[in-house]
């Protein structure tokens, strides 16, 4: 009878324990160069665009998240470049090419920069920025990271209110390269 009463107990505590505990059902996305998480699965589509270098293809995987999210959206864009104009090993271009992409994106969205720092990512180099868009509505996060003569592109876009939410940083701190 001690046995069942110590079972029935653990159950109840087990049962009661769990059922505040949200499941994790992120999902990871992932190819051979990287991976990330995102809440749900993404849509891919691909874009080409004009650009100084030549035409150049966007891989765009998005997730636009539902009202009770923390986040509109969730992004990772990735784009190669002709390696012989840009590559993560030429530093005499790097500063030039972030800024031009940094201000590029502001551009596109007729935002505000906030802020921009320098980052890295296993040792390659990036940037990580903020953009005021649409007067204060939103907020655009964004982290780029040029590996060899491939740029990721990390975005949300977040209601102003919802700034600085753990979704975010949790989308954002989960990119990783494969090596």
Known sequence: MKLLKTFLGIFILTTFITSFVRPDDWVVFEDSHFKILFPKKPTDQTQT???????????????????????????????????????????????????????????NVQGKLLSVETIQLAGY????????YQNGLAVITMRMYLVKNKMYMIQTITETKKDHNKAMERFMNSFALKH
């Open 49 to 107: 665009i004009d650009s100084p270098v030549g035409k150049l293809t966007i891989l765009i995987h998005m997730y636009e998240a539902p009202g009770t999210d923390d986040n509109h959206t969730y992004g990772l864009m990735t784009t190669e470049y002709p390696d012989s104009t840009v590559n993560s090993d030429k530093k005499d271009i790097l500063d030039n090419f972030f800024n031009g992409a940094v201000q590029g994106a502001v551009r």
């Open 125 to 132: 180099p990036g940037r990580a920025f903020r953009v005021d």
